[in-house]
Structure formats: C-alpha cells, structure tokens
C-alpha cells in the first residue's frame, strides 16, 4: 500500500458514489452523506421505518472502503455487552485480568451497522461513548486504537430520553429515509436486483490524503458570515448546538470542499448544515428552507420595488394619456363636422373617429415628457445595477454546481433553476419598464405648452433590494 497515494479525484469519487446508488431509489442524500460522514471521520444516523434500505446502504458503504471489516447488530434492551466487543477471555481471567477477545466484533470493525441503536441499555451506549468518539475501547486495563472508519445507525424516530442525548450527539449526520415516493413506486416494483460492478474502493492512505488536504482547506469571509447567520437562525429556533457540533461540521464542510479539490469551502457547501444541525425531523425542513432561500439563493427573486415603481409608472400613464373630457358632448360633435365626413358613410366615419380621438389626447410640454423619461432612465439604471451582478452570480453559481460533487441532483437542479428565475423575473421587469417609458417618450407634445416639470412619480421603496 502506498502510504503517499494522493487523493481520491472528483471523478473517481463521483463513480463511487454512482456504485453506492446503484438500485436505491430517491437516496442521493443519504448516499452522498453516509460517504461523505465516513471520509470525515464521523458518524451518521438514519432515521426512518423498517424496509427502507438502510442497512443496504450501510453494508455498500462497507465495500466503499478498501480492508474495512464488517460489523452488524440489531440491539434490544436485552443485548448484552458481549454481542458488540467480545466475549470475556477464560485465560486473561485465569490470571486475574478483565479482557475481551475482540476479534470479529465491533473493536476491530471498520463500518459498522447499530440498528435500533437507541434501545441498548446503559452499559452498552456507555461503552460507545469512547469507541465513537475517540475510536479507543477500553479492554481491561488498556485501553486500544481501532479502525473504526464510521458508525451507521438507524432507529426509527429520534430519541426523547435525555439520558440518550449525549450518545445521540455523537452521530454528526442524522439523515431522514422515507419509503419510495409514489411516482418512483413502479421503477422500485421493475428494480434489477443485480450488483452492481466497477467498484474501485477507497483505501487507506487515499483516506489519509483527503484528511490532509481538508486541513489545509480555508474557511473565507463570505463562508464565515454565512455559518454567523446559521448560528443565529438556529438559537431563533430554540436549536441547541454545541461548540463540538459546531467544529465538527466545518470539519465536515471541509472535506467535501477538499475531497471535491477545492482549496476553500464554498456556498455550495452549505447545503449540509441542516443534517448536522437539526436535533428533530421537524427541523430539518425548517432549516433547509432557510439554508436554501438565504444562503444558497435557491428562492425565485421577487423585486418588490421595482414592481411597484412600474405599476406606479403604468397607473401614471394610464391617467395622462386619457382624453380630454371638459370640451362636452357638444364640443366634440362640432369638431367632428369641422373635421367633416359623418355624412360620407361609415368607412369615412370611422377615419374621423380615429382623428377625433387622436384630437382629443392630452398634449403635454416638452418638459413634462421629459420630466417623466429621465425618472424612468434612473429607475431603469437601478434596475440594471441590480442585473450585472445577478447575471454573474447565476453564472458563478451554474459553474459550482457542475463541480458540486456532493449536492444532490434534485436540489442542484432546485438552486439552478431558483438563478435562472430570478434571472427571468428581473429581465421581464426591465423589459416592462422599457416599454412604460416609450410610452411616455411618444405622448403628443404641444410646443405651446410652457406648463413647469410635473411632480416625479411616486411608489413605496420599502424592502427596495432586488
């Protein structure tokens, strides 16, 4: 084994990944963050009903990692220490010391399955406590290094005893699995139950490598900002989270930024926060909404102000282009004789009704219009400052999410199309003004008319960002 062999390339891993999915339906996230927790050292907690692929998941993880042994047990408040580390060695007791024979059992696993993890009894969650999180167990008087890559728990709902919260604190990833949604209900029923091939695992020095690099892995200030603005959301929420937590989970948004070959944790990276963060499934929705709208931008842009400053416009236009009504009825009969051709027939009536109407627009000076235009040209310049950048950050962000090797497919193609609607939304608007501002550009000017420039437009600039 070479114990200087690089890391992982995104391509490979991004193989691996497809390996692991390979006849597990709608769980790209689970899959991305059980591979992902393994890489960093961490554990990760399934939570969801029987039948619904997590211990599958939990053994493919096992061949991800090349000489990772095996270990998997169903816990019950009647298992005993002895089915995790060991029986109790006869010889070690003959000479009067405490020790297990630990071979084939948790001590010496490298991914290991706890399902029903939460209904051990206190002995056995105690023991975990240490081997989870310092990967050492203590065996007698010694206490031994072990291999442990990652623990992968399932239960079917989140523990309410808070004598189980210290070991349910250790699992950093608590992800939820569903059983398949309806529409993916037929290709669950037409699933190839074949293995799948080409699996190239990860091996050890390739493991050490990604560690080494997420050291070097730097948190900039646009990423620090955003973890400020979590943490805050969360205490609004009433979420606990613990300064380990918190470490952890840079920990952890360092080695996706590492493992997919950045040098610097992205926006993109964001998105786990809400599986490290949440304490109840509850949660987990509240805090990817916000993760989603707030710090990833996957929220269609409204430009409240810029709407409501081009209905003021539109409403504005709609009262100055009206006819002049303070000529009467009769007035305008007697110019329509004075135009003349009533008696002609209705195709020349018709002609003298569009010149009547044409006579009857409101004239405004050269001033007025002009007034009205040059307020228009500084809605739209603010309206343009506000497009360059959207232009570029849904070019920035379309570039990361072709290199967002851990995002999920459903919310990359969720934050892309979030880009290119606000995108949309912001043009259609700009188009909009434009159009309100010819109108006023062609209005009939009277070179008579010295009237003074009329009072600018108004409309409510609250909540004015775009």
Aim: proline fraction near 6%.
């Amino acid at each position: 084994m070479d114990a200087h062999a690089p890391a992982p390339d995104p391509a490979r891993l991004r193989a691996l990944i497809d390996w692991l999915e390979h006849g597990l339906l709608e769980r790209e996230a689970a899959v991305r963050l059980a591979l992902l927790a393994a890489l960093a050292g961490e554990h990760v907690l399934l939570v969801g009903p029987p039948g619904t692929a997590k211990s599958a998941l939990a053994r493919r993880l096992q061949h991800a990692f090349e000489g990772a042994r095996w270990f998997e047990r169903l816990l019950t408040r009647f298992s005993v220490p002895e089915e995790l580390f060991g029986p109790l060695s006869l010889k070690a007791l003959e000479d009067d010391r405490y020790e297990r024979l630990t071979e084939g059992y948790l001590p010496t696993a490298g991914i290991a399955f706890l399902d029903e993890v939460f209904k051990a009894n206190s002995a056995i969650l105690n023991a975990l406590l240490t081997l989870l999180n310092e990967r050492e167990f203590d065996n007698g008087c010694e206490r031994v290094q072990t291999p442990l890559v990652c623990v992968v728990g399932a239960t079917n709902e989140v523990p309410a005893d808070e004598s189980l919260q210290a070991f349910y604190d250790r699992f950093l990833l608590r992800v939820p699995v569903q059983p398949v949604s309806d529409a993916g209900f037929a290709a669950l029923l037409g699933l190839d139950d074949s293995a799948p091939g080409g699996l190239r695992p990860i091996t050890p020095a390739e493991r050490a490598a990604i560690t080494a690099a997420r050291d070097a892995v730097a948190l900039d200030g646009e990423v620090l900002d955003a973890l400020a603005d979590a943490r805050r959301f969360v205490r609004e929420q009433a979420i606990a989270v613990s300064d380990r937590r918190w470490r952890q989970t840079v920990g952890l948004l360092k080695t996706a930024a590492a493992s997919s070959g950045r040098g610097a944790v992205s926006r993109i990276d964001l998105w786990l926060l809400p599986y490290c963060l949440a304490e109840q499934p509850a949660q987990l929705a509240v805090l990817s909404d916000w993760v989603h709208a707030t710090l990833l931008g996957a929220q269609p842009l409204e430009a409240a102000w810029l709407t409501r400053a081009i209905e003021a416009f539109e409403q504005q236009f709609g009262i100055e282009c009206q006819p002049r009504q303070d000529d009467g009825e009769s007035g305008k009969m007697a110019l329509a004789h004075a135009i003349g051709g009533l008696e002609q027939g209705p195709g020349v009536a018709r002609m003298v009704t569009a010149s009547l109407e044409a006579r009857m627009l409101p004239r405004y000076g050269a001033r007025h219009i002009a007034a009205r235009v040059s307020q228009l040209d500084e809605v739209l310049a603010r309206a343009h400052d506000h497009l360059q950048p959207l232009r570029a950050r849904a070019a920035a962000v379309g570039q990361a999410l072709q290199q967002a090797l851990w995002l999920p497919p459903a919310l990359a193609a969720q934050i892309a199309a979030a880009h290119a609607d606000s995108l949309r939304t912001l043009e259609a608007l700009i188009a909009r003004l434009q159009a309100v501002r010819a109108d006023f550009a062609t209005l009939p000017i009277d070179a008579e008319v010295t009237d003074p420039a009329p009072a600018p437009v108004r409309w409510s600039e609250a909540a004015a960002t775009a």
